[in-house]
């Protein structure tokens, strides 16, 4: 499976972004799929956003409803909509997929700032 990421930027505090992640090959029927972060001075990555085939969805606790994912299963696209973004959610997103196995995107970064 492979992952290619867009999105993500510099923006300014109060501001909003989109991710957007395209899955191809070896896409089975059922999997989940979403978003992880790797933050400043925090060494692993966490959860932000995921969603499964049957439209399941979990965010990450400091999340607070400020983000929206959505899929389009047709493409094997899942979209991040990242509102009323904070300084501390700079760092670099992770796409991820699951079928069984973990595949991981390479990464884009988010860096808000004023």
Known sequence: VQLVESGGGLVQ????LRLSCKASGGI????VMGWY????D???R??????????????GDFV???FIIYRDGAKN???LEMNNLEPG??????????????????????TVSG
Request: proline residues 4%.
């Open 37 to 40: 972060r790797q933050v400043p």
């Open 77 to 79: 696209t899942v979209n």
């Open 13 to 16: 505090p109060g501001g909003s």
């Open 89 to 110: 959610d700079t760092g670099v997103y992770y796409c991820h997929f699951r079928n069984g196995r973990d595949y991981w995107g390479q990464g884009t970064q988010v």
């Open 42 to 44: 925090n060494g692993g």
């Open 28 to 31: 089975s029927l059922v999997y």
């Open 46 to 59: 966490e959860l932000v956003a995921t969603i499964t085939t049957t439209d399941v969805i979990q965010y």
């Open 64 to 66: 607070n409803g400020r």
